[in-house]
C-alpha cells in the first residue's frame, strides 16, 4: 500500500527529499506537511490542521487510509504536541 501512494503523492505536489527518501515535503504558503513514509505506516506532520485534514483528503484518494490517533511516540521518533504555536 505505501509503494503505490509513494509513486503518487510527487504527482500531487509532494516533494522527496534527496537526503532521505523515505521523506516528503508539501508546502502551500506558511503552511508545511511532512510525510515520513515507513514499510506498513505513513507518519504525517503539520502546524495548519485544515492543511493536514487536505493532505489527509489526497492521500485517501491514491488508497485505502487508516486514519489512527495522534501520535505521541513511534520506534526512533519522540513527539510533542503544542495547544498554541509560539
Known sequence: M???VLI???ANGFRQSKNDY???TH???SSLVI???YPNDIILV???FSYVNNVQLILSSLSKLN???PIKYFPGLETA???RMY
Do not use: E, H, P
Open 2 to 4: 505505501v509503494l503505490q
Open 8 to 10: 503518487n503523492i510527487t
Open 22 to 24: 523515505s521523506l516528503f
Open 27 to 29: 508546502g502551500f504558503g
Open 35 to 37: 510525510l515520513s513514509a
Open 46 to 48: 503539520g502546524f495548519d
Open 67 to 69: 486514519i489512527l490517533a
Open 81 to 83: 504536541r503544542f495547544s
